[in-house]
């Protein structure tokens, strides 16, 4: 299952408007209530108003969308909402005895509302609300970013079962219109051919031959293992696996001409076969010396230091170019928040136990991290200091400590004795 539980819909303790037994309204205020409830009867696209959520508890939100019930009055809607205090992944559709009617703004300036907001809220769910708002959109301007967010606002497939995992999906993906009415999707796991029904899956299961990702095994450590799938020989997988990964990152470009990119599908091993757990893709050729064009790891395997191996894998394959390399912008803010740690953890690594001075150029040549990268973690962790015309490294060995505690672990290790691989440009 996902990391978030299930919706709790059967709290019976709560009238429509939200009020427990306790304070039950006199028949005056009861008549008062109906005539604004069928008034404000259904909701508009941009109300604004409060919703019971996972936790039992009544949470902002904006409707950004609704749909009538098939078995319904005219006013008997489901509205989709999103969460103003989280990220878009936690958006939902949700049902009328969900909200509290008593709250509804219809117009609200956003600009007061933000700051009333950020005025109530404590230190600590400031910074996790920016930590998770970090969209990697930077690249879009005004027009562009409405336009986007106005196709993808919708979450269109609600679940999806990969091996033994029912998923929770987390954005818009934009899969073929045969799907558009499916909610739930079965994916084959070995191939990622993806299907409306179970006995669909049941009936491809018996026939799928792989037990794998379809390409050359580069890694093995243990039960972990790496496969490196070009996108041109694999076509079909490829863009299935751009589907899949687009549920889950809302900044990503589905790519449709896969034969420009390697796929590296990180895959726990078992009996049963390889079980995938989370990729990334790399462009063949890169001009700009990108060394990472997306990544993911599973909801289900997040949380076990997948992420940070894949950040780590992608960086061993630079040095056995000979090249330095960076990630693909923009970034998820989870992206973001992986790369962050792991140019923090290798850089103080390194002058931990590094004697006499060292330059950006060197520190860039030892880790195939990208000196602007280096500059930018450095500068953010406020041990670079700019003398004379040239960037000084300023490494207090306490202050380092402090920052690679706070950085936290490094996750699993990439045995680099254990990987076989040639760079592309060398295959024939």
């Not at 690249?139 to 999806?160: M, W």
């Not at 095994?217 to 243990?222: D, L, M, P, Q, T």
């Not at 949380?303 to 960076?326: D, N």
Request: aromatic content about 10%.
């Amino acid at each position: 299952m996902g990391s978030i539980d299930s919706p709790n819909n059967g709290d019976n303790n709560r009238n429509l408007a939200g009020a427990s037994p306790e304070f039950a309204v006199t028949p005056t205020e009861n008549e008062s209530y109906r005539k604004r409830k069928s008034s404000i009867l259904p909701l508009e696209v941009g109300t604004r108003v409060l919703c019971r959520w996972r936790d039992s508890k009544y949470h902002p939100v904006k409707v950004i969308e609704r749909r009538r019930l098939h078995c319904g009055g005219p006013n008997d809607y489901e509205y989709y909402v999103h969460y103003t205090e989280f990220n878009r992944r936690l958006d939902e559709w949700v049902k009328l005895e969900q909200l509290d009617l008593k709250s509804v703004e219809t117009v609200v300036d956003e600009k007061v509302e933000d700051k009333v907001t950020s005025l109530k809220m404590t230190r600590h769910q400031k910074r996790k609300i920016d930590e998770t708002h970090v969209e990697g959109h930077e690249e879009l301007d005004a027009a562009s970013l409405r336009e986007h967010e106005e196709f993808t606002k919708v979450k269109n497939i609600a679940t999806i079962e990969l091996g033994r995992y029912e998923i929770e999906t987390w954005y818009f993906s934009p899969f073929p219109p045969e799907y558009n009415d499916t909610l739930k999707l079965y994916f084959c796991e070995f191939c990622l051919n993806f299907m409306k029904r179970p006995e669909q899956l049941q009936r491809h299961m018996r026939k799928c031959d792989l037990k794998h990702p379809p390409g050359d095994e580069i890694y093995r450590s243990g039960t972990l293992s790496m496969f490196e799938v070009d996108g041109k020989k694999n076509k079909v997988y490829g863009q299935n696996l751009c589907y899949l990964a687009k549920l889950f990152l809302d900044h990503k470009t589905l790519y449709y001409d896969v034969d420009l990119f390697l796929f590296y599908v990180l895959c726990e091993c078992d009996d049963r076969g390889c079980h995938m757990v989370g990729y990334f893709s790399k462009e063949k050729h890169s001009e700009e010396s990108y060394n990472l064009a997306c990544i993911l790891t599973l909801p289900p395997y997040q949380r076990k230091g997948y992420g940070k191996f894949l950040i780590a894998f992608s960086y061993e394959l630079s040095k056995k170019e000979g090249k330095v390399g960076t990630p693909e912008r923009p970034l998820s803010d989870l992206g973001l928040l992986s790369y962050r740690g792991y140019w923090t953890r290798v850089l103080l690594d390194i002058l931990k136990k590094h004697k006499g001075n060292i330059s950006i150029k060197e520190l860039s040549d030892m880790t195939a991290i990208k000196a602007e990268d280096i500059l930018t973690t450095l500068q953010s962790l406020e041990l670079i200091q700019y003398r004379k015309g040239q960037h000084v490294i300023c490494a207090d060995p306490k202050v380092l400590d402090r920052h690679l505690k706070a950085a936290g672990r490094g996750g699993l290790e990439v045995d680099v004795s254990k990987l076989i691989w040639t760079p592309y440009k060398e295959q024939s």
